[in-house]
């Protein structure tokens, strides 16, 4: 008879589990989650930090591009020449990519930028474009997956810290819209390649302006959304920026104005919140000014309309009154008897057609 063996003795000391160590993100208390040292990337754009892919909306394509290349050229020198700028003032290397936008305008756009860095050698040194690119003859699209491959190992030939791709080609359904598909292939296979280059990569597209933005596919691909809008109230060089999604702090939202020289974009800050509600109490107290205004004028125009009638009425009784003789068939009557002037007794009933036809 076979003696049975212990379960335990089959188990080797290897397979034992031995308690696990804490894993992270996890605080057992407040206090150990205030004290905790939070390791965060670099800060590239405000709501865009390194391993993060960031996808960009604008309702206009050359507005959006000459943004563009003045934040790429402030990031390359360090220097935060806008709002939206990241804050660190360490310089970063760009990779531009331009897909819509001819290379000689893009020349002179930069240049034009130049005068208002402060280290523009550090800037010419880190900063990569590629503009009216040609594989094999063929433009570039990174659509296809033979492009995409040649331009990765593009990018591990030379790093980035921060990679724009700016107005690229997409492809077009059958009613000839952009395809919503292809672009959220696009951004998946961009937060790939910033996983594996440790960079962010930032895609900038032109949609219009009435696009939904947050809770779609490409807003689910995407960690930031941005808008640049046109600002039709002010006219065509004025532009808004806003930040529908972020997995940091919500940036303000800025409204900016394009230079008269062509060197890139003046930003003013959107107004504060105190500032919103007194504008706003200003705007009903001038709200409330007006309805009395109007109601005033209302008032004198009904009191205008009856003294008019008043004196339309009183000639007629006058002449009647002050005659020398009556109307035949009619009493003289004076104008101080007109209020106690007795009411008929009785007024003769009218006759129907029925009871005329009898008569």
């Not at 305008?105 to 550090?122: F, G, V």
Request: glycine content about 4%; charged content about 25%.
């Amino acid at each position: 008879m076979a003696t049975a063996i212990p379960a335990l003795a089959l188990c080797p000391a290897a397979d034992v589990i031995e308690p696990s160590p804490q894993p992270d993100g996890f605080y057992p208390s407040l206090k150990a989650f205030f004290t905790a040292a939070f390791n965060e990337a670099d800060e590239l754009l405000a709501g865009l930090h390194r391993r993060e892919v960031a996808l960009l909306l604008s309702d206009e394509a050359q507005g959006k591009t000459h943004l563009l290349l003045q934040l790429a050229l402030g990031l390359a020198a360090g220097q935060p020449v806008l709002p939206c700028s990241a804050k660190d003032r360490t310089p970063r290397r760009i990779l531009y990519v331009n897909g819509d936008a001819a290379a000689s305008r893009l020349c002179d756009e930069l240049q034009a930028m130049m005068p208002d860095i402060a280290d523009s050698t550090t800037a010419e040194n880190n900063f990569y474009i590629m503009a009216d690119m040609r594989l094999k003859g063929q433009p570039l699209n990174l659509h296809r997956e033979s492009h995409w491959q040649w331009f990765g190992s593009q990018l591990q030939t030379a790093p980035a810290d921060l990679v724009v791709l700016d107005g690229l080609p997409e492809p077009l359904t059958l009613t000839g819209r952009s395809s919503t598909a292809a672009r959220v292939q696009l951004l998946q296979k961009a937060r790939q390649l910033a996983a594996d280059n440790d960079c962010a990569v930032l895609v900038a597209v032109t949609a219009a302006r009435r696009q939904r933005l947050t809770g779609t596919a490409s807003a689910q691909a995407a960690d930031s959304i941005y808008q640049l809008t046109s600002d039709q109230r002010r006219g065509e060089k004025y532009r808004q920026w806003h930040c529908w999604q972020s997995r940091w702090r919500l940036p303000e939202a800025v409204e900016l104005q394009r230079q008269k020289s062509g060197r890139g974009y003046q930003l003013l800050q959107a107004k504060s919140a105190e500032e919103a509600d007194e504008a706003a109490a200003k705007d009903c107290e001038s709200f409330a000014e007006a309805v009395a205004s109007v109601l005033s004028y209302l008032q004198e125009q009904a009191q205008a309309s009856r003294a008019d009638l008043r004196q339309a009425a009183e000639p007629s009784v006058a002449v009647t009154a002050t005659a020398a003789d009556a109307p035949p068939g009619f009493t003289r009557l004076r104008l101080d008897d007109l209020g106690t002037a007795p009411a008929p007794a009785s007024l003769p009933r009218r006759q129907t057609k029925k009871s005329w036809r009898r008569r």
